[in-house]
């Protein structure tokens, strides 16, 4: 029985999960406690004020805590990446979009944004950033469209690891996505499964270029793609493909750090698996952290059912183990020691007038003159 509490503890700190509301419910929070969660994400829904905010993320860190496999701190995850996916906004400094960014060719101004982004985040208890987005814009891609930097690789690895520092210097882990790319597909995977033609040649020639230079910048995490690439992997998606995760992201772009799931609820997956399935072939797949974005009230039958798989030998120790390893090593770096957020950072951070003018300057597609006068000096 201390074998399986163990085992339970361990895969909790594997998933990322959200929650209903702008507060902490007792029923979701009772859940989260029994499975010893290790990350939260927060959405629109779960936001109303910095304030609000503030009181959600240290609830949940002061309930979730002692819950955790050796009481690590939780990871508390959003999608901020400027324009239309900017969960948190007034009075948090609106940034605008990628693409809008990436047309003042100043990668200090990207590494600027990504910092600003990154200390308002943190002010308020967030200390994981889904972004920045290095899918290459090949097609007239609905899902990404403006949230990529460009149609020329380069520019995107440029501009893409630039903001990766930036998040980082601020003390929030960065998360680049979507591998092994998103932008050559037009489907949508919310709504369906995308796929891909693509070899690993063409991949390496357009697609991996910004992530090659993100690992570089030692970005911490990578988000995957549920895509199927079929002269790769003709049977799963990338977020399933061993092919994908271990051979080509880890073995041949040497990429040692959290492997993030999209999120498990996206239509591309969940019109052909069951959750619990899916999560299964994940982490059989490589994937480190499971995201479930908005049916918390399923995420403890596949908690058990991986618990169980893990101790039947159905997935391997060595599996579980090599994942812990990971999420130890940057809770230690970036969560440890671990303080509360408080109100006096958000008063001095959260949307300051500099961030607001910076922000004003690049909508309007001017280098901003703060980042003008570095380059002066």
Request: proline share 5%; hydrophobic share 40%.
């Amino acid at each position: 029985m201390r074998q399986l509490e163990d085992i339970e503890k361990k895969v909790g700190q594997l998933l990322v999960v959200g929650i209903p509301e702008p507060r902490f419910d007792s029923e979701v929070l009772h859940s989260f406690v029994r499975m010893g969660v290790g990350g939260v994400i927060l959405f629109k829904h779960n936001y109303e004020s910095p304030e609000q905010l503030v009181g959600l993320t240290n609830t949940i860190q002061k309930n979730l805590i002692p819950a955790s496999y050796k009481g690590h701190p939780v990871w508390i995850a959003v999608d901020q990446e400027g324009g239309r996916v900017q969960r948190f906004k007034d009075p948090f400094t609106v940034m605008p979009a990628a693409a809008t960014w990436s047309a003042l060719n100043s990668p200090k101004t990207c590494f600027e944004a990504g910092f600003i982004m990154g200390k308002e985040l943190r002010a308020c208890g967030i200390n994981l950033n889904f972004a920045p987005v290095v899918d290459v814009l090949q097609t007239n891609a609905k899902a990404i469209g403006d949230r990529s930097f460009s149609s020329d690789p380069q520019v995107v690895a440029t501009m893409g690891s630039a903001v990766v520092r930036g998040i980082q210097k601020a003390g929030v882990l960065a998360v680049a996505k979507h591998f092994p790319g998103h932008g050559s597909v037009e489907p949508d995977s919310h709504e369906e499964l995308p796929v891909s033609p693509k070899t690993v040649e063409q991949l390496e020639e357009i697609d991996w270029i910004p992530f090659r230079r993100a690992i570089r910048s030692r970005v911490e995490g990578i988000m995957t793609a549920h895509i199927l690439f079929e002269n790769i992997d003709p049977s799963r998606p990338a977020t399933l493909s061993r092919k994908l995760l271990q051979d080509s992201l880890r073995k041949d772009l040497r990429f040692t750090k959290l492997i993030f799931s999209d999120d498990l609820e996206m239509g591309a997956i969940k019109k052909k698996y069951d959750l619990r399935d899916a999560a299964f072939l994940a982490l059989q797949a490589g994937c480190d952290q499971l995201i479930f974005g908005h049916e918390w009230d399923k995420v403890e039958d596949v908690w058990s059912h991986l618990s169980k798989a893990f101790m039947d030998g159905a997935l391997p120790m060595s599996r579980l183990d090599e994942s812990l390893a990971r999420v130890t090593e940057l809770k230690m770096k970036y969560l440890s020691p671990y303080r509360d957020a408080n109100l006096e950072d958000v008063k001095a951070f959260v949307g300051q007038a500099s961030h607001r003018t910076i922000a004003k300057s690049i909508a309007n597609g001017i280098v901003p003159e703060s980042i003008l006068e570095d380059d002066d000096e």
